[in-house]
């Protein structure tokens, strides 16, 4: 139904369980290298338990051929970050959308990332005192609220 792609994870862990996650919502999973892992990492694969196999997924050397890739098409794509301005609540999510994310450490890049994709960098507003969230648990907020969008229309 939706398309999650990661930019350069580097903890298996998240990895393993947003697998889980596009499973159980019947969405796609693009991951970019490099990776901060093997992909036959047993904590990748312990997170994500025996649902890996279900999971429709591909993988990219670089953003470059992630973005120029036609498995996420026709797809409009949202740039996760802390950066923006724009609340992702306030998107209108539409089936087949793709939702971009960057590493753990760093988030995405953003002179090759974001600054090009400017128009469409979304932010996850919170009233508490963090940086951040999980980006595990990110994924699972932001495919949560793209259900509820489509189940409510």
Known sequence: MFNIALIEPDIPQNTGNIGRLCVGFSSKLHLVEPFGFELSDRTLKRAGLDYWQKLEWYRYQNFKEFYGSDKTEPSRRFYLTTKAEKNFYDV????????????????????????????????????????????????????????RQQQSK
Request: proline share 5%; no cysteine; hydrophobic share 40%.
């Open 92 to 147: 209108d999510i539409k089936p087949g959308d793709t939702f971009v994310f960057g590493k753990e450490t760093r988030g995405l890049d953003e002179e090759t990332v974001l600054k090009p994709n400017w128009e469409n960098a979304v932010t996850i507003k919170f009233p508490g005192e963090v940086r951040s969230f999980n980006l595990a648990n990110t994924v699972a907020m932001v495919l949560a609220e793209a259900q």
